[in-house]
């Protein structure tokens, strides 16, 4: 490979599922920081802004959301026989209207995901009619039915307790965990719906996430175990950027909210690191990024050639797939040894 990836040892930008590699440690007493990578480059990440990647339990499924300035879809992809993936395609049930955000249930029966499609037929019906803009929105369910998905379904307003709802995240005893923001909150904050009895209780706000800090993008483990979010405003943090952090369940509530950092190009150069979802292993993190690859100059005209290839691409500011193991957290929490620390 030539350009700027070259320059910038152990970078893959194209593939299945890419674990990382292991950084210096940047304290001598915890584990090393890893390496994001990025994620199917030209299939999956592509010169669209590409996120939020839900896999079926066998790894050989991904839907995820590709969208525009004003509007998204949820696309479909299978993996192919040489371990690459095919072209994505709309899934059956998106396209419609705007939707975005698919969260795979644990055993693959069924996906929820954020909408802007109307509740009701007759809402739809009247917003043809007059024009309405799409201001809503809601959380949908769709069931697995044979090898393809049935109707989608709103669910209740337990679970749908404002009209600004995104982002969900599916743990396997059904607990349902997502973002809202009432009306007159300056802040999105991450919420949970309990699933009890075969319904959704009322949801409640995570103790962790109270406002003060905008909270985005849940993404919980399938044994409820820990979960991932990204956050804008905590500490150790500065900046105005979104990132992530990971949170262990403590006895019946939550422990300590740690940041997660990586050694992967362009980190640091990003605005956002956001719409976390969970690998089928529960270790590897996939995640949106606007991260960029840096430029090193001087360059040749064969190097300008390919960067300029690249920025045709993916490597354009838009928002791309990338993948992280949550290996050295994971194992720390689990031995209760110290986190990998950020510098």
């Not at 940041?259 to 996939?286: E, F, I, V």
Request: aromatic share 10%.
């Amino acid at each position: 490979m030539t350009g700027p990836f070259s320059k910038l040892p152990g970078i893959v930008v194209a593939g299945t599922t890419l674990l990382a590699t292991a950084a210096t440690a940047t304290a001598a007493d915890a584990p090393a920081v890893p390496a994001a990578q990025l994620f199917a480059a030209g299939s999956i990440s592509g010169p669209a802004n590409d996120w939020t990647p839900a896999f079926s339990p066998d790894g050989k499924s991904l839907y995820f959301t590709r969208s525009g300035p004003s509007w998204g879809f949820i696309l479909e992809s299978h993996q192919t026989m040489d371990g690459g993936w095919s072209e994505p395609v709309l899934a059956s049930f998106s396209g419609e209207y705007p939707d975005s955000s698919p969260a795979m249930a644990p055993d693959g029966s069924y996906m929820v995901f954020q909408s802007q499609r109307p509740a009701t037929a007759a809402l739809a019906a009247e917003q043809r009619a007059k024009h309405m803009p799409l201001k809503a929105s809601a959380l949908w369910k769709v069931s697995r039915q044979g090898d393809g998905w049935g109707t989608p379904e709103r669910l209740p307003d337990t679970v749908n307790i404002t009209g600004n709802m995104w982002k969900p995240s599916v743990a396997a005893d059904g607990d349902l965990y997502f973002i809202s923001k009432a009306d007159g909150e300056k802040n999105l904050h991450l919420y949970r719906s309990r699933h009890a009895g075969g319904s959704y209780l009322q949801a409640e706000p995570l103790p962790f996430s109270d406002g003060s800090t905008l909270d985005v993008d849940p993404a919980i483990a399938a044994d409820g175990s820990y979960l991932v979010f990204s956050s804008k405003g905590r500490a150790p943090f500065k900046d105005d950027r979104e990132h992530l952090f990971i949170v262990f369940r403590d006895g019946s509530g939550w422990g300590a909210v740690t940041p997660l950092c990586d050694s992967g190009p362009g980190n640091g150069s990003q605005t956002l690191d956001d719409d976390a979802n969970l690998g089928p292993d529960q270790r590897t993190l996939y995640f949106a990024s606007d991260r960029s690859l840096p430029m090193h100059l001087p360059q040749s005209r064969a190097e300008a050639a390919q960067a300029l290839k690249d920025m045709q691409g993916w490597n354009n500011g838009n928002a791309n797939v990338w993948s992280m193991t949550l290996g050295p957290w994971l194992d720390a929490a689990k031995a209760k040894q110290p986190m990998p620390a950020c510098s």
